[in-house]
T-cell receptor
Framework: KQEVTQIPAALSVPEGENLVLNCSFT??????LQWFRQDPGKGLTSLLL?????REQTSGRLNASLDKSSGRSTLYIAASQPGDSATYLC???????????FGTGTLLAVQP | EADIYQTPRYLVIGTGKKITLECSQT?????MYWYQQDPGMELHLIHY???????EKGDLSSESTVSRIRTEHFPLTLESARPSHTSQYLC?????????????FGEGSWLTVV
């Protein structure tokens, strides 16, 4: 059974710092991995999607990497801003039913 | 911007009431999903559908039911709400390809059963 873990559970950084969020998964047979952002009381917004054949994807200040063999992904946020404060979730898609399995999330607070 | 809509956004109802959470998407996606998320907890898949007249239960057992009569519509129903059903319910959709398609989420429906 696929299990997705995110470390740390919570992170607080001063504005302007670069930071890395970690995601690990137990079954490397995945189709893709996605990173989402969730603001309090709202739905999820997709940030980046990495296909199983890719090693990284970039969008603006965000860079996501994927190491399928070791079951790890990282989300790098450059020059963090208070507006980046949110919960960040990673999710992997794969397996017989092609379902999306979510991690527990990292709550990020960027202090002005 | 992805077009997937959920109503109501917030609802407080009494125990024993029947409630239907609506979800509609205008993207023509075949796959649709319902997730449940308690505050501060991870998301859990409770129902999914790969097309019209196709519905399956997800990983987390739920007393809710769903239907998929039209591609764009995937309502979730609780026949008799209980306080344990208090949670956020998120609807999502994605295109029916083997990989590489982003899943789009609605804003969520916050349900409180008193």
């Amino acid at each position: 059974k696929q299990e997705v873990t995110q470390i740390p559970a919570a992170l607080s950084v001063p504005e302007g710092e670069n930071l890395v969020l970690n995601c690990s998964f137990t079954d490397s047979a995945i189709y893709n991995l996605q990173w989402f952002r969730q603001d309090p009381g709202k739905g999820l917004t997709s940030l980046l999607l990495i296909q199983s054949s890719q090693r990284e994807q970039t969008s603006g200040r965000l860079n996501a990497s994927l190491d399928k063999s070791s079951g790890r992904s990282t989300l790098y946020i450059a020059a963090s801003q208070p507006g980046d404060s949110a919960t960040y979730l990673c999710a992997v898609r794969g397996g017989a039913t092609n379902k999306l399995i979510f991690g527990t999330g990292t709550l990020l607070a960027v202090q002005p | 911007e992805a077009d997937i809509y959920q109503t109501p956004r917030y609802l407080v109802i009494g125990t024993g009431k029947k409630i239907t959470l609506e979800c509609s998407q205008t993207m023509g996606h075949d796959k649709m999903y319902w997730y449940q998320q308690d505050p501060g907890m991870e998301l859990h898949l409770i129902h999914y559908s790969y097309g019209v007249n196709s519905t399956e239960k997800g990983d987390l057992s739920s007393e809710s039911t769903v239907s998929r009569i039209r591609t764009e519509h995937f309502p979730l129903t609780l026949e008799s709400a209980r306080p344990s059903h208090t949670s956020q319910y998120l609807c999502a959709s994605s295109e029916a390809t083997s990989s590489g398609n982003t899943i789009y989420f609605g804003e969520g429906s916050w349900l409180t059963v008193v």
